[in-house]
């Protein structure tokens, strides 16, 4: 590493681990390391930010989480081999700063997301399996005992009903992406199905999703994910604009 892609000044911001990270990325984005080369040991690491050793290993354990480096006790790191998994945790941590983006950007995110889960659904209808649609059952059947009571609970049966969708489909970087959407959007998700009336109507609208992917309608699921997902869109755009304004 020969220091060119990143700067030297020393880490101040609180959350020292994160910074460490985004720098290591930095690195990686650059080419300066290829996969199979080793890291530079703890200590360098420690000497080259002014940081301590906890934030460090908080950095390296959360590329390893991403796939993107190897570590074996008792040697070195080194870079991995990319993979689809590492791939998409890079996309997933810059689409994670477009939420604070401008109208443009976000507007281009839903309309991406409206794209691909419409077409989802409608993979999910013509692959789906008794499996696959017991489990999206129980997985509404929950949250539909939480509406009202448990807001995060709700939330999260929420993300894994359309990952299990995903599932259906049958194609798994489908997955990947579903998991990397509901996590951009967990900040104001929250926000916006904590109103009266709408954890009622997100439970139905899955409803009307759910039958027509057990009926292996494709047309039918691409239709009503769609409108799930549109009316979805307009609240993540209120919460947005109300969490810009605060």
């Known amino acids: 590493m020969d220091g060119k892609s990143e700067p030297h000044e020393p880490i101040r911001r609180p959350k020292?681990?994160?910074?460490?990270?985004?720098?290591?990325?930095?690195?990686?984005?650059?080419?300066?390391?290829s996969p199979g080369d080793r890291f530079p040991s703890e200590r360098e690491l420690m000497a080259r930010f002014d940081v301590g050793r906890p934030a460090v290993r908080e950095a390296m354990q959360s590329l390893q989480g991403m796939g993107l480096i190897d570590v074996r006790h008792g040697e070195r790191p080194r870079v991995s081999k990319p993979t689809l998994a590492g791939s998409l945790a890079l996309v997933e941590r810059s689409m994670r700063q477009a939420l604070s983006l401008s109208e443009p950007e976000l507007e281009d995110l839903k309309k991406v997301r409206l794209m691909a889960e419409g077409y989802m659904a409608r993979l999910a209808a013509r692959h789906?399996?008794?499996?696959?649609?017991a489990d999206l059952r129980d997985i509404l059947s929950r949250q539909e005992?939480?509406?009202?009571t448990e807001v995060e609970t709700f939330t999260r049966l929420d993300g894994e009903f359309h990952n299990a969708i995903a599932r259906s489909a049958g194609n798994p970087v489908m997955v990947y992406f579903i998991d990397a959407i509901f996590k951009w959007l967990k900040e104001f998700h929250?926000?916006?199905?904590?109103?009266?009336?709408l954890e009622a109507l997100?439970?139905?609208?899955?409803?009307?999703?759910?039958?027509?992917?057990?009926?292996?309608?494709?047309?039918?699921a691409h239709r009503a994910m769609n409108n799930h997902l549109s009316r979805a869109n307009a609240l993540y755009q209120s919460a947005h604009r109300q969490a810009a304004d605060s």
Do not use: K, M, W
């Open 16 to 33: 020292l681990g994160e910074e460490v990270r985004d720098r290591l990325l930095a690195i990686l984005d650059s080419g300066d390391l």
């Open 128 to 133: 789906r399996t008794d499996d696959h649609v």
């Open 145 to 148: 005992h939480a509406a009202g």
């Open 190 to 197: 929250i926000q916006s199905v904590h109103q009266p009336g």
């Open 202 to 220: 997100t439970i139905a609208e899955h409803q009307d999703i759910l039958a027509a992917i057990e009926a292996q309608n494709g047309s039918a």
